[in-house]
T-cell receptor, first 115, second 110 residues
Framework: DAMVIQNPRYQVTQFGKPVTLSCSQT?????MYWYQQKSSQAPKLLFH???????NEADTPDNFQSRRPNTSFCFLDIRSPGLGDAAMYLC??????????????FGQGTRLTVV | GNSVTQMEGPVTLSEEAFLTINCTYT??????LFWYVQYPGEGLQLLLK?????DKGSNKGFEATYRKETTSFHLEKGSVQVSDSAVYFC?????????FGDGTTLTVKP
């Protein structure tokens, strides 16, 4: 029944060791988002894909990259995780014909710990 | 730009008390407005939404009305339950991008 699935739920990585978080969706939505959320603060948008078009937020560090090989999957790559990158990472999807403002559907999140 | 300001928390209520969580926004154009709820260790779940002025969103006893004149979208519930304890986020979506408030933590005590 899950529509936006994030794996794994919990990820521990070493300082500086590349890590990849994954997200898949069964909704066939054209937009996929990655958010970073620290300590129940407001989720912060890192980037999103509108179909195949990648849109990076201006203040997203270069350390964060993303790939979307097809409609259903999207990956977040952290090239060299630092202690400050420990957070909950949320994937979301939305169906967005031009000019609309529909809601986002969120996955359960991946909690990343950096040791 | 777009911004969302939420009533600061945390909020602690007794079961069956009335709940209001204030939310005001700043946006250009015609955003849609949402309330999301987040339980501990979970992602965000859509609670309710309103897409145009004077629309009322409602779900599970929660309500919020899109007030363009006061740029507000306050969340209300007449009688809260212990199971309503969570973090509540007010959000707007404009031109396809979402902006969230800082969240309000609600704790309901039996």
């Amino acid at each position: 029944d899950a529509m936006v699935i994030q794996n794994p739920r919990y990820q521990v990585t070493q300082f500086g060791k590349p890590v990849t978080l994954s997200c898949s969706q069964t909704l066939n939505h054209n937009v996929m988002y990655w958010y970073q959320q620290k300590s129940s603060q407001a989720p912060k948008l890192l980037f999103h894909y509108y179909d195949k078009d990648f849109n990076n937020e201006a203040d997203t560090p270069d350390n964060f990259q993303s790939r979307r090989p097809n409609t259903s999957f999207c990956f977040l790559d952290i090239r060299s995780p630092g202690l400050g990158d420990a957070a909950m990472y949320l994937c979301a999807t939305s169906r967005l014909p031009p000019g609309t403002n529909t809601e986002a559907f969120f996955g359960q999140g991946t909690r990343l710990t950096v040791v | 730009g777009n911004s969302v300001t939420q009533m600061e928390g945390p909020v602690t209520l007794s079961e069956e008390a009335f709940l209001t969580i204030n939310c005001t926004y700043t946006a250009t154009g015609y955003p849609s407005l949402f309330w999301y709820v987040q339980y501990p260790g979970e992602g965000l779940q859509l609670l309710l939404k309103a897409t145009k002025a004077d629309d009322k969103g409602s779900n599970k006893g929660f309500e919020a009305t899109y007030r363009k004149e006061t740029t507000s979208f306050h969340l209300e519930k007449g009688s809260v339950q212990v199971s309503d304890s969570a973090v509540y986020f007010c959000a707007l979506t404009n031109a396809g991008k979402s902006t969230f408030g800082d969240g309000t933590t609600l704790t309901v005590k039996p």
